[in-house]
């Protein structure tokens, strides 16, 4: 079974462009999270989509993020215009259901560099 | 606020030793704590629990719970190289089943 996949793995660019990531969650998994974890720090969750809908989108910085899963699948998760202090790794994870009591499961991540 | 310490930060020991990682919480309406091992991006679950005093094992690792002294320690035992990584620790928590995530600990096993 395929895990949950993300895109790019890296990516590099200067302050004030835009940036998106890709995240193709577990088939069959109905919940999908956006967590951002920065360099010594535990994930800390951006948005949480129940299908297509965004059920916990508290921590979410809304002036510049947006994210969007549309036929609660495939996600995107984007940052308009990006600052320096968005350098960190997002993660996408996937889980069957929630409350995740077969845990959730994690995609590589994608490394963002802001320079 | 819900927080979650774990400790140390790092810790550099050698192949063949055992280990004990830390992880402490305060947080309201307890729901679980979760163990997960972070080699390069991803982290890999590798504990749920949910009950004081049961431990849980898979090989070498193992893991307890205590809910009144409010910590979880992550013990392993004759460690490899291949056991260096960040060890995260969550605690599910409140109406809406947050995890809240510890910093992590950064294992490094030399040869």
């Known amino acids: 079974e395929a895990g949950v996949v993300q895109s790019p793995r890296y990516k590099i660019i200067e302050k004030k462009q835009p940036v998106a990531f890709w995240c193709n969650p577990i088939?069959?998994?109905?919940?999908l999270y956006w967590y951002r974890q920065n360099l010594g720090q535990g994930p800390e969750l951006l948005i949480r989509y129940e299908n297509e809908e965004a059920v916990d989108d508290s921590q979410l910085p809304k002036d510049r993020f947006s994210a969007e899963r549309l036929k609660g699948v495939d996600s995107t998760l984007k940052i308009q215009p990006a600052e320096l202090g968005d350098s960190a790794v997002y993660l996408c994870a996937s889980s069957l259901e929630f409350p995740a009591t077969d845990t959730q499961y994690f995609g590589p991540g994608t490394r963002l560099t802001v320079l | 606020e819900d927080k979650v310490v774990q400790s140390p930060l790092s810790l550099v020991v050698h192949e063949g030793d055992t280990v004990t990682l830390n992880c402490s919480y305060e947080?309201?309406?307890?729901?679980?704590l979760l163990w997960y091992k972070q080699e390069k991006k991803a982290p890999t679950f590798l504990f749920m629990l949910t009950s004081s005093g049961i431990e849980k094992k898979s090989g070498r690792l193992s893991s307890i719970l205590d809910k009144k002294e409010l910590f979880s320690i992550l013990n392993i035992t004759a460690t490899q190289t291949g056991d260096s990584a960040v060890y995260l620790c969550?605690?599910?928590?409140?109406?809406?089943?947050?995890?809240?995530w510890g910093a992590g600990t950064k294992l490094i096993i030399k040869p």
């Open positions: 947080v309201t309406n307890f729901r679980s």
């Open positions: 969550a605690v599910e928590a409140g109406s809406n089943y947050q995890l809240i």
């Open positions: 088939s069959g998994h109905n919940t």
